[in-house]
Structures are given as C-alpha cells and as structure tokens.
C-alpha cells in the first residue's frame, strides 16, 4: 500500500516531511486535513493520531505521529535516501537528534505561539493576543541567538557543522519559515541580526529546490488573506493593533 501522508501546507511540520519525501524521490497519497475547518479534530482523524495534531502517516498498518518520529522513520525505512538526511553513524545521528530535541522545547515555542498570537488568530476565528506574542517573541529571539552562536557552529553550511542537510535542517528552517505570515517589517526585525540564520535558511532552500518554494507558497496566499482581513474590517483588530501586538523588539 501506498504511503499515506496527512498534512495541511500551513502547518510548518507537515511541510518538512512533504519536502523530504519529494526531494528523496518517496512515492506517497497526500491526504488534507484542513486546520482552518478544524478537521484535525474530527473523530475520523482521532483515528490516525489520537493526539489529533498534524502531520501523521499511515504506511500499511503502521501508523505515526510527532513530525521528527516520522522524519527519522522515512529516513531509514525508505531506500534511496541519502545518508546525510539521518546518518547511520551514531554519533552523528546522536547530534541531530539533540537539535530536533532542543527545537521543541526552544525555537518552537517561541516561532508558533507568535505567529498564532501576532497574524494568524483572526483567520483562526480567534483574538489576537499581545502579551502571549510577546512572550514568545522573547523565547524566539533567545533561539535564534542559539542557532546563531551554537548550531552554527563551525565550517559546515548547515546544522552541527555538516556540508549537507539533515532532517534538522529541514525541520528548523520550515519553522522558521512560518515568520512570513508576520508583517515584513516586523519579520526583518527578528531575522535581520542573525546574518549566519538567514544564510543557512538559503543554504536549506537551495538544497531543497524547487519543493521548497512549491511547500511554502500557501503562506503567502494565507498572509494576502490576513492582510485582506485587517484592510476590510474583517477583524476587530487594525492593521496598526496587529503591528502593536507585536510589542518589545517588534
């Protein structure tokens, strides 16, 4: 049977195990579930993953859950797929898992409560939320002065000093990606002091052509539409309150 793939284009993991899997060449059925329509917690889905968050996969009888669970399962389950995405030497397989590890409990928890909370809310049907922005706001900067200084670190153009990609790489970069649903100005003023983030963040593009670009185009087409809402009143929010609830260094 044919490895199915539940994703919606706007979540920032569904889009890293889309990208992997086209750019290994792995043949799969794309199955959308639509966040906006809140389909992920529907009782059909619950069956998939009971933890009813995206992405999901269901190869034969398997089924799996948690994007970097299914990123290192592709890896290896899969043939054809080059070693450097999750090598088989140990100790290099051992750092990538510590940057996916780190990436939950850091770079994500900052990236996605803030894009939520600062631009994606009303499309949701939700207010925005200033002091929750800000305080990811803060975790996010923390994460990209870590990426920056420790990830970054040495020769390599990528992630723990490699010369090629590993599924951290695309992991980090689509959450990071998720920032261009913020106000251009406002994302310039995250990302503009991390020059070595902003290189490396190509550097995955490049790597990962033309499926990158193919997977992130939605979020323009979403943030056209956020835009669109703030312009016509579709919201309770301006657009200057939706710049003002990106507060501190916004």
């Not at 569904?14 to 329509?37: H, M, P, T, W, Y």
């Not at 994606?120 to 994460?143: D, V």
Request: proline fraction near 6%.
């Amino acid at each position: 049977m044919k490895l199915k793939l539940y994703v919606d284009h706007v979540s920032q993991p569904s889009r890293a195990v889309l990208i992997f899997c086209r750019v290994n060449g792995i043949d799969f059925e794309e199955v959308k579930v639509d966040i906006s329509k809140r389909q992920h917690l529907s009782p059909e889905f619950a069956e998939i993953n009971p933890m009813k968050k995206l992405p999901a996969i269901v190869d034969g009888r398997f089924k799996l859950f948690e994007s970097h669970a299914i990123l290192q399962y592709l890896a290896c389950a899969f043939p054809g797929v080059a070693d450097h995405w999750y090598p088989a030497d140990l100790f290099k397989k051992a750092k990538i898992n510590s940057v996916l590890d780190w990436h939950h409990t850091n770079l994500r928890r900052g990236a996605a409560p803030l894009v939520l909370h600062g631009a994606l809310a009303p499309a949701l049907g939700r207010p925005l939320n200033p002091k929750a922005a800000a305080e990811a706001e803060i975790i996010l900067s923390a994460s990209l002065a870590k990426i920056e200084s420790f990830w970054l670190k040495g020769n390599g153009r990528f992630l723990v000093g490699s010369s090629q990609p590993s599924i951290a790489d695309l992991s980090l970069v689509c959450e990071i990606m998720q920032l261009e649903l913020l106000d251009d100005e406002v994302r310039t003023r995250i990302l503009g002091p991390h020059k070595k983030v902003i290189k490396w963040i190509d550097d995955t593009r490049n790597a990962t052509q033309p499926h990158f670009d193919e997977m992130h185009a939605i979020l323009f087409k979403v943030k056209k539409k956020l835009l669109k809402m703030c312009s016509d009143g579709g919201s309770d929010q301006t657009e200057s309150s939706r710049k003002s609830a990106l507060p501190s260094k916004m």
